[in-house]
DNA sequence: CATAGGATCGCCT
DNA sequence: GGCGATCCTATGT
């Protein structure tokens, strides 16, 4: 089991990341415990110039500052005005580019996310969706920024899994009709027919 | 200062 | 399939 460096999220091919990073763990450490899950489902934001992204056009508020950092850091905004959802900035510094984590297979600290979530089975649902994986892992705005790495009680690893291309889906992108053209973009990634995708997912 | 709207979810019919 | 929850952000006066 490997950690994922920030070099790795430095890389300059987002769409290439949010595949990548298919089958990776999303760990986090905070006081109720340890939990993690398996990456099942992505979308990558391509900065200045996705209608869809925080940052497009170079927009720059106290929000989307940290989608300015070099890849590596962690990007969390409110939507909805309930739901926290978790991004992983990549791309180097000044080049907007973030990863929206849609969806987890749940591994282990079941307990604790089962309690976050004030649900009694362990199962696809704890982690089904951005709001949900964040709420069950504990993510929050407040961790907006904060660098990916185990003393900071969020961060990645691997175990060396991979999937066969024909596993892989790919498509538009979940409710970003409001981004024009940009909506249309093949910007999601996800594991065909896995139960914790959400929507479409063959 | 006021206001509209959102990278969603869960419950209802 | 529809809708309400809930609040921060961005934008406009």
Not at 22 to 28: E, S
Not at 78 to 84: A, T
Not at 143 to 157: D, E, M, N, R, V
Not at 184 to 190: H, K, S
Request: with cysteine; hydrophobic share 35%; glycine share 10%.
């Amino acid at each position: 089991m490997d950690i994922l460096t920030p070099e790795y999220f430095r890389h300059e091919d987002t769409l290439w990341l949010a595949k990548d990073l298919l089958g990776k763990i999303l760990v986090t450490r905070f006081t109720e415990g340890f939990t993690c899950g398996r990456i099942v489902e992505t979308e990558a934001y391509l900065g200045q110039t996705d209608r869809a992204c925080h940052a497009y056009g170079g927009r720059r508020t106290a929000r989307t500052e940290p989608m300015y950092l070099p890849g590596g850091y962690a990007y969390v905004y409110l939507c909805y005005g309930i739901h926290h959802l978790f991004n992983i900035v990549t791309h180097r510094q000044d080049m907007p580019h973030a990863i929206l984590i849609r969806a987890l297979e749940p591994l282990m600290g079941m307990d604790v996310m089962m309690q976050r979530r004030k649900k009694h089975k362990p199962d696809a649902s704890l982690t089904r969706g951005p709001g949900s994986l964040s709420k069950a892992l504990g993510l929050h705005t407040r961790h907006s920024g904060t660098l990916l790495k185990p003393s900071c009680g969020i961060y990645l690893a691997e175990d060396g899994i991979t999937y066969p291309e024909n596993l892989i889906g790919c498509g538009p992108r979940i409710g970003v009709d409001y981004a024009g053209e940009d909506a249309r973009l093949a910007c999601r990634f996800y594991l065909r027919g896995n139960p914790g995708v959400s929507k479409p997912n063959l």
